[in-house]
Nanobody, 116 residues
């Protein structure tokens, strides 16, 4: 049973930074893809970015390009999302997901709130 544990969310002032982590467990195989998705109140969900086993990242969503950086540690089955220059519109629940052998698994989500 694959499980994802997210951490690092919280309340931060505009212009601040946060680093989200997503640790996957319960898998014996390699994780093909690890990614981040967010759901803001009263807005469509948005896929932010994903990263392959090789470390190559997919395109970032325009709204976070240049501010967010994805990375992963394959030895720890963990993905990270470094978020800088945060804006109030970044407020959302952030979900990580992984793709393993054609199946997608989701984390429980972590709340990120940007407010002064």
């Amino acid at each position: 049973q694959v499980q994802l544990a997210e951490s690092g969310g919280g309340l931060v002032q505009p212009g601040g930074s946060l680093r989200l982590s997503c640790a996957a467990s319960g898998t014996s195989g390699s994780i093909d893809l690890m990614g981040w998705f967010r759901q803001a109140p009263q807005a469509p969900g948005k896929n932010l970015v994903a990263i392959m086993t090789t470390g190559e990242a997919t395109n970032y969503a325009d709204s976070v390009k240049g501010r967010f950086t994805i990375s992963r540690d394959n030895a720890k089955n963990t993905a990270y999302l470094q978020m800088n220059t945060l804006k109030p519109e970044d407020t959302a629940v952030y979900y990580c997901y992984v793709l393993i052998g054609g199946d997608v698994y989701w984390g429980q989500g972590t709340q990120v709130t940007i407010s002064s």
